[in-house]
């Protein structure tokens, strides 16, 4: 199957600044789409950011113009550059793929987990 390892969490002050990354493994034929949701206490899972193939990104508009998605093909990879973080940007964030594979086609996988946090 594949399997996804995110890294880059923690603690940050209000203003600053973290970078998530998120790599692909397994037997990976090709990636359709990569992004990253969060889910902060007592909400419902929201997406962040997406980029496709072509790199076409979307972004919420809660996070427009502070934060940046990018990816390495080569690496099966996915970044998210945080910045001018807010307290609000506090919760788990989520890598998502959209990958497919010779033994299960076209699936969705969830990475573990990182949790940010933005606070004084």
């Known amino acids: 199957q594949v399997q996804l390892v995110e890294s880059g969490g923690g603690l940050v002050q209000p203003g600053g600044s973290l970078r998530l990354s998120c790599a692909a493994s397994?037997?990976?034929?090709?990636?359709?789409?990569m992004g990253w949701y969060r889910q902060a206490p007592g909400k419902q899972r929201e997406l962040v950011a997406t980029?496709?193939?072509?790199?076409?990104?979307n972004y919420a508009d809660s996070v427009k113009g502070r934060f940046t998605i990018s990816r390495d093909n080569a690496k099966n990879a996915v970044y998210l550059q945080m910045n001018s973080l807010k307290p609000e940007d506090t919760a788990v964030y989520f890598c998502?793929?959209?990958?497919?594979?010779?033994?299960?086609?076209?699936?969705?996988?969830w990475g573990q987990g990182a949790q940010v946090t933005v606070s004084s």
């Open positions: 397994g037997s990976i034929v090709v990636i359709n789409a």
């Open positions: 980029i496709l193939s072509g790199s076409r990104t």
């Open positions: 998502n793929v959209e990958a497919a594979t010779r033994s299960d086609g076209i699936r969705r996988y």
